[in-house]
């Protein structure tokens, strides 16, 4: 159906008047979701873009071939489910924040008796202290270190009572509270100083720790005296390191936006205790909509239940919808939420350092651009491709003779990985021989490929010229051959490197150890058998942990745990008669003879 019948007055009339969420879909994909007061005169809006040819929204409409809507009782409902629908479907024309990870925190579980630091994900409402966000695991686990040599809190998920320390104690990493080698208030003043630390009090601690420097000193305390000054030493470090750009000490979220042509750079910066502690960056290549629109539409795809908002957010211009957006976000934090669009004060410098951070992304998209097209010629080139590749697919076989198979495919787009073409599949073969393994996989996602119109332009395969020739033969019987470009790498002996295999070419390619090209086929050979690894090794502990009581018909997780906790182990289960078994609470005398005939085969 045309877009022009699509947004016929016919087709128009039956669209409710009231708020709700839109779908603009294509063939095989939904293109766009969005938002309206009044779905009918949003949609009718579309109209007026037909005649602008090269809009982007105008390309976007040939596409369509139906538009569905979801009509809802309040705008505030359209928000939440626009939101929801973009997060789940991520249509090609919506703003999508693509790195959309959480984010590591420290948590300080100050509500339980013994306290102590670990790194979460998540953050949830149990009464611990949360700091964070820390763009840099890296940074955020020398905090953490920093913190446990200056502060040595309990390590242990759990406080059990013991007669002697662990060796955390000896070595000065733990204050044993287990053994009681700590007295309750002692130990609640290092966590006091914990949380000063990750509040950005330093200076303050720094202060009061001095004080007791010189009271130990004074009453010739001086093992706590030498104590306290390697505290106030590590404390000077961290000083050393902070940025402070504010004098509030509050904890902010700073939205930077750049619009270059039609891509779009977004920036923010985590603000904790008036310190900058990370940044998180975001390109947008072609988004629809004016500038308010890809601000809301991000604030409101970036922080959920997961990634709440802080208390307060800086953004370079009001976004829509302001009140619903505070009310939603008041939501997710379970408290207040401030919005301000700074113009000039004393906010104005963190503000102008999250548009500097939004403007460089533009430079480092030109650097990756540069340094794609580079390497896409240098691989066209040392491969003798008939034409660039800018989609790669490598396929890797993990086993161990031939149990739990497991084929892995990674996907390469413009030379960066591209997760949304990462497939596992479970090889149906139980035979020892790779070749076999290779050519199902590779057979079944050529298939799948054809029928979902979505091949690569180069398959890499990770294997010698046996493995090829088995490529070349899977091309040839779907008729492909020709059309996808075939490669194989291999491992050989030291002295001699990887070697490289192409169609028709008797003898490998000969390619520099460090070129360019063999390295990037490296790394892409690489990840797909850190993938591939991953799911084998989680197939095969799953098959080595299975149980025999696993299989029996009749006993599901419950039986199976009385079976074993009335007769103790899989042997004396095995051993026991039809009696025994009836005697097992639950087990009546028909499924003990049926469980004791499927032991033993019967």
């Not at 670990?118 to 953050?123: A, H, N």
């Not at 797909?528 to 149980?547: C, D, E, P, V, Y």
């Amino acid at each position: 159906m045309s877009t022009n019948n699509l947004l016929s007055s016919q087709f128009l009339q039956n669209i409710s008047t009231g708020p709700g969420v839109y779908q603009m879909l294509g063939k095989k994909e939904i293109l766009y979701v969005g938002k309206a007061v009044n779905l009918r005169k949003r949609i009718s809006s579309y109209r007026r873009c037909l005649d602008v040819a090269h809009s982007k929204t105008a390309v976007m409409l040939t596409k369509v071939e139906r538009i569905d809507t979801i009509r809802t009782t309040t705008e505030k409902e359209a928000l939440i489910l626009e939101a929801s629908l973009i997060k789940k479907h991520r249509p090609r024309y919506n703003v999508i924040l693509r790195d959309d990870k959480n984010y590591p925190l420290i948590k300080v579980t100050v509500q339980e008796k013994w306290p102590r630091i670990v790194i979460t994900r998540r953050r949830i409402r149990d009464g611990s202290r949360y700091f964070g966000p820390y763009s840099s695991t890296s940074s955020m686990r020398e905090t953490l270190r920093l913190l446990q040599s200056i502060f040595p809190l309990r390590r242990c998920p759990k406080v059990k009572p013991r007669s002697r320390p662990c060796l955390n104690f000896q070595l000065g990493h733990c204050l044993a509270p287990c053994c009681r080698e700590v007295n309750a208030e002692a130990y609640r003043e290092m966590v006091l100083g914990v949380v000063m630390v990750l509040e950005g009090r330093n200076r303050e601690l720094s202060r009061q720790l001095k004080k007791k420097m010189t009271t130990a000193a004074r009453e010739l305390r001086f093992e706590d005296a030498a104590a306290i000054r390697d505290q106030i030493r590590g404390l000077e470090l961290t000083l050393e390191r902070q940025v402070i750009v504010a004098g509030h000490g509050r904890d902010q979220d700073v939205f930077g936006l750049v619009r270059q042509h039609a891509s779009v750079g977004i920036a923010i910066l985590f603000v904790r205790s008036g310190i900058v502690s990370g940044a998180q960056t975001f390109f947008l290549a072609h988004p629809l909509g004016t500038e308010r629109d890809i601000l809301t539409e991000a604030i409101m795809q970036y922080y959920s239940t997961d990634r709440q908002p802080p208390p307060e957010i800086l953004l370079p211009l009001q976004p829509l919808n302001e009140s619903l957006l505070l009310e939603h976000l008041s939501e997710l934090r379970e408290g207040s939420v401030k919005v301000q669009v700074p113009k000039k004060g004393g906010y104005m410098q963190i503000m102008n350092m999250a548009r500097q951070n939004a403007t460089e992304i533009f430079s480092q998209q030109e650097k990756k651009k540069k340094a794609w097209n580079a390497l896409a010629s240098g691989l066209q080139q040392s491969l003798k491709l008939r034409c660039e590749p800018f989609l790669i697919e490598c396929i890797d076989i993990s086993n161990i003779s031939g149990t739990d198979g497991v084929g892995s495919v990674v996907s390469y787009k413009n030379g960066q990985k591209n997760p949304k073409g990462y497939r596992h599949y479970r090889v149906r073969s139980n035979q020892p021989d790779d070749y076999a393994m290779m050519r199902e996989v590779l057979d079944r996602r050529v298939k799948r490929g054809m029928e979902h119109d979505d091949l690569p332009d180069m398959f890499l395969l990770d294997g010698g010229k046996g493995h090829l020739n088995m490529g070349i033969d899977v091309l040839q019987r779907n008729k492909l051959d020709g059309r996808i470009e075939l490669v194989a790498i291999a491992k050989e002996k030291r002295e001699e490197g990887e070697k490289v295999y192409r169609p028709q070419r008797k003898n490998p390619l000969s390619l520099p150890r460090h070129s360019p090209v063999l390295l990037f086929l490296m790394q892409v050979r690489d990840e797909a058998h850190r993938f591939g690894i991953t799911r084998h090794r989680s197939l095969r502990n799953r098959h080595i942990l299975k149980s025999e009581l696993d299989s029996l018909q009749g006993v599901g997780p419950a039986r199976k745990k009385l079976l074993l906790k009335t007769l103790g182990s899989i042997n004396k289960i095995k051993k026991a008669s039809p009696g025994q078994l009836s005697g097992v609470p639950g087990i009546g005398p028909q499924l003990a003879r049926s469980i004791y005939n499927q032991l033993h085969n019967i």
